[in-house]
């Protein structure tokens, strides 16, 4: 049963364009999210996050949006740079004492100079 | 954030054998986790490391194949049992200072199977 989704394994996009990254979630008790940047060969690298009492976070080119009513989040960055060209992956924690974080399975994001 | 190490960075292991890897943190951290990526698939995460105590396994993944140590709070080993190529994959190490705020990772450990 996989409670955190990204539908999307891959997308590519022009430098300088927006570039938008889905995630869908099932378990209502998950109030945390997060995006991840992984690299070939090196571990996931912390981009941003969200608690459900938002729905909107921005941290310079990156911004996270979160729909709870649909569970759904998104990471928009503008302007797309070719080395934002990763893999995507959204996390999602219940904020309970452990802070464990379920993953969606990514999306492999091209940004085309 | 935490820097975290994790050692080897790869390795290409006999089916049968075991290895350990190590997870080294520069300052005291309360959460220690450990993940696995098999090829192609997402993070899964396999156990909290609790210090002092055993360690917490999550559904499908039991001691006995995986045993954690964490003598302390900045470093914890996890060791793959028995392997075999279905244990091909990326470890992972990831720290956390308290629920509701971000995890940090190491830079894995490739583990090949032969």
């Known amino acids: 049963d996989q409670q955190v989704k990204q539908n999307s394994p891959s997308l590519s996009v022009q430098e300088g364009r927006i570039s938008i990254l889905n995630c869908d979630y099932t378990n209502s008790m998950f109030d945390y999210f997060l995006w991840y940047k992984k690299y070939p060969a090196e571990g996931p690298t912390f981009l941003i996050s969200i608690s459900s009492i938002k729905d909107k976070n921005e941290d310079g080119r990156f911004t996270v949006f979160l729909n709870k009513s649909a569970k759904h989040l998104s990471l928009h960055i503008v302007p797309s740079q070719p080395g934002d060209s990763a893999v995507y992956f959204c996390?999602?924690?219940?904020?309970?004492?452990?802070?464990?974080?379920?993953f969606g399975t990514g999306t492999l994001l091209a940004v085309q100079p | 954030s935490a820097v975290i190490s994790q050692k080897p960075s790869r390795d290409i292991c006999q089916r049968g054998t075991s290895l350990t890897i190590q997870c080294q943190v520069d300052s005291q951290v309360t959460m220690m986790f450990w993940y696995r990526q098999q090829p192609g698939q997402s993070l899964t995460l396999i156990a909290t490391a609790n210090q002092g105590s055993e360690a917490t396994y999550e559904s499908g993944f039991v001691i006995d194949k995986f045993p954690i140590s964490r003598p302390n709070l900045t470093f914890s080993t996890l060791t793959v049992s028995n392997m075999s190529p279905e244990d091909s994959s990326i470890y992972l190490c990831s720290t956390s200072d308290r629920a509701g705020t971000e995890a940090f990772f190491g830079q894995g450990t490739r583990l090949t199977v032969v």
């Open positions: 996390a999602a924690s219940d904020n309970g004492a452990t802070n464990k974080l379920i």
